[in-house]
């Protein structure tokens, strides 16, 4: 009789040496270009294919369908995926129940070596990945570059700290006892990320709660489902056990809402809009019947971000500083600089060395490798437009305004700079989530100070200033969760920039930081006598 081989588990690989960035790649290097350019060209040849949902390992098909359109080219299909509906909460569910019930008693070291191999495998097709976000999101080369080469960080960086919180000591023992701290996984979490960062956050989220123990009901965004489904295949493609994250596009109203809502969900890790995050906290505030604890809130959401520049401060620095967090992936960032408060000093002369520097960003197809591509999508186009109008009535457009009608046949808007706008007023005040700058005069640095912390958001903000005193100042009062001295708000790197905001913009979650996977376990105290 024929013995059947147990299937042999994937190589337990333990780290080597202390965390590392990944590096970015050098596009002027003629080398990287052309792997760029021949990634581009393997992906195109890959657009429009049908991916399935996967629940429990199982491949499931639904009637209705989700289409990802290509920013830069609406009429050209990047993806098609099964649209999960209410129908798929309880096999998700389910699946994710049973596979915690293994998973979760895995070993750190374990489940930190699946990170490891992901992070081998996001190496070797980190082109690819990036090309596949050309296309889903138009990023462009370096955008794209940036968020695979986070995500491999995410990779490295967690894997480390779950095997730091394997080796927790106490620092006090007590007589006659050994006393441990474990930090155990939550249970079944559901993970609901954006589509701007849409490899390195939702993957990050997702590799935070698998390497802490916890099983995943991933639901993506509709705007880009594909990185998911393509990051998802690369799980698999590294050992993951079946149920471990399971792969649910579909509508925040319908299959999120019941995600959210199911007595059996542990956490929401969520990263997206002010209004949706407040809803997300409401409905996990709620004791659903069954439901045996609180539900954790891990949520991260939008911003206003402000830079300061002071009189004393160099302008031209400032200037480039400014420019880059404002329009950089078309300003959709929740860390983008939103506003430039500029001293009344200075106030001409920035702006005459900004309407210059704007002007250079030349805007068209990301595959191209044009500077700026376009906006997600119809609505969002058209939700910046009407801001635009707005401005135009409140302040002075210096340049931009308008739709890049020769860029093709996206969703193009020029990078737009609205000056003399008040503070209160409506683009001062709200996210618009595209390339649209407002820039406040200041009497002074205090009332610049002011202005920056009057606003109900509180993610990201940098002050350019050569005082001491002015920096000192902006640590203790700029009330920011990611404050950046004489350099850009944009661009968090992790393991040195631990990112998470205050007041409405988020829980301060703290990702790519060494307090960030405390979020997804619970601290179990063992003290036992010894006998």
Known sequence: MATVEAPTRPKIRVHEGPFVNEPLTDFTKEENARKMRAAIEKVRGQLGREYDLIIGGRRVKTTDKIKSLNPAKPSQIVGIHQKAGKEHVEPAMRAALAAFETWSQTSFEERASLLFRVGDLLRERKFELGAWMVFEVSKNWAEADADVAETIDFCEYYSREALRLARTELPVQMAGERDTLLYIPLGVGAVIPPWNFPCAIMAGMTLASIVSGNTVILKPSSDSPTIAAKFVGLLEEAGMPEGVVNFCPGAGASFGDAVVAHPKTRYIAFTGSREVGLRINKVAADQAPGQIWIKRTILEMGGKDAIIVDADADIDSAVEGVAVSAFGFQGQKCSACSRAIIDERIYDKFLEKLKARVEKINVGDPAEN????????????????????????????????????????????????????????????????????????????????QIANDTEFGLTGAVYTRSREKIERAIREFHVGNLYINRKCTGATVGCHPFGGFNMSGTDSKSGGPDYLYLFTQGKAVGEKKI
């Open 370 to 449: 044009a500077n700026m591509g376009a906006v997600i999508n119809e609505g969002s186009m058209k939700t910046i437009m009407g801001y635009i109008e707005q401005g135009k009535k409140d302040g002075r457009v210096i340049t931009g305004g308008a739709h890049a009608t020769n860029a093709g046949e996206g969703y193009f808007i020029q990078p737009t700079v609205v000056a003399d706008i008040p503070p209160k007023s409506k683009l001062e005040q709200e996210e618009i989530f595209g390339p649209v700058l407002t820039v406040i005069k200041s009497k002074n640095y205090d009332h610049a100070l």
